[in-house]
């Protein structure tokens, strides 16, 4: 996706108009800052009633200049009480969508005009650029290599800011929260990628490579442990998962070290199930499929990595994902089974299809080898947090006050929201078992709580959060920057959040 600084005068370029919601549909036009004829046109679209401004609302409106047809396209941005960022990106996510089945080589925004001026100097020109850009590159993204096409692919219009009539430190942080947004939107579009690929095509050996090319390409270490090692480490709960596939199990440890003496380091967890069918307690047949994006969390931490180690983040940071397929055959994890897991710590597994919280619990042990300041775990988690909390916002539980506050407000600046589920002091006793240490399924009731009282055996001090992306991790439908499949969550709100811990 190409993004310009550029006046876009010379050439035929389309034009893009944004503009709030409006009900004095003369006065809308006025503040677009275009020449006479354009303005008339956009006014007769407002008067008309074809274009009000809702949040992100495309509008064409097309005309001969010079003799050539050319366009201008109103975006609407939504109410002006309710704007902010988040509009911004959607809008632009929006409109990336409705240009992929027209032929624009090439769309300009007009930054130097009054509604450009007056928006970005409400949002910061660094963080207002950003939004707009993030939402523009999410949304051009296409998941197509598995497509066999005819003809030329489609490409993404290059969206030019042209920057005439912009004070020049403006400039300056438009350009900075320009690049930003694209790292971010490279690292958000990898973890899609990852996550929307069939899991015949990326199993954990496949994850535990694509770790490895993206520590090369942007300068990580990368370590993957095999059936062997994780014997020899003892990690139980992770094998017994992996046991019924023929492909073992994974877990890859990838690290960013920022060259800072002194440096915090933080650990984050990401849950890589590159499929659930369940297990022996296996999942009804009917939307069976999307148990592919139940990696979600683990191509979240990788994005995560790779656009940390770009933006040069302050701070160290380790990726634990422990990978794996949770599958049924005749070495298949069976309900009754007890495994040790790497902690020392016995596992009753009343259900296998609770086989997040077992893998989880092994690799969120291994990452305090690392002596974290502080430990974030994401995961596709529990099909209750989908009915709690539904799919706008990710479900976040933690031991630590501060360290939640942190995360959600890193959520609300990213555009990933996240809401509070409580974890009582004694939540971890919700699931003692008879026989074991702990079990993995408490029973009916709070089920997104008790699977995170689980995952808390095996934290000990260390302050934790965890995010529950099961409702939020893909989508059925395009919306915004969102595509259908997966939305690569978890990767924006973890860079905003560690950059922060870090400085
Ligand atoms: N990966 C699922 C959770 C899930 C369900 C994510 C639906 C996204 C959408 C997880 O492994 C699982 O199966 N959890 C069980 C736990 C239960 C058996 C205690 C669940 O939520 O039903
Ligand atoms: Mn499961
Ligand atoms: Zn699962």
Redesign the pocket.
Known sequence: VKVLFRSAEARASALVAVSFKTKTTSRAARHLALPPRLRELAAAAFEAGHFRGETGEVFPLVYRRRGSPAALFLVGLGERRSFDAEKLRQAFGSFARSLKSRRAPQVALLLGSPICRRLFSKLGWERGIAALVEGWCLGCYEFDRLKTRRGRPSRAPALELDPRRVPPRELADARRGAIRAQVLARAVNLARDLSNTPPNLLGPTDLAAAAKRVAKTSGLSCSVLKRAELERGQLGALLAVGQGSTQGPRLIVIRYRSGKRGAKQLALVGKA?TF?S?GI?I?PAQGME??K??MAGGAAVLGALQALAELKAPLDVVGVIPACE?LISGSALRPGDVVRSASGKTIEVI?T????RLILADAIHYAHRFRPAAIVDVA?????C?VALGSRFSGLMSNDRELAEEIRAAGDRAGERVWELPLGEDAGESVRSQVADIKN?AGKGA?AIT?AAFLSHFVAETPWAHLDI??T?WTKRDEGYHRVGATGVGVRILVEFAERFGG
């Open positions: 199930v659930d369940g307690s999942k999307e148990m994006f139940d949770n259900n299809d609770a086989e997040g596709t988690l529990t099909g209750a989908v399924f089920g699977a099961a409702g991790a």
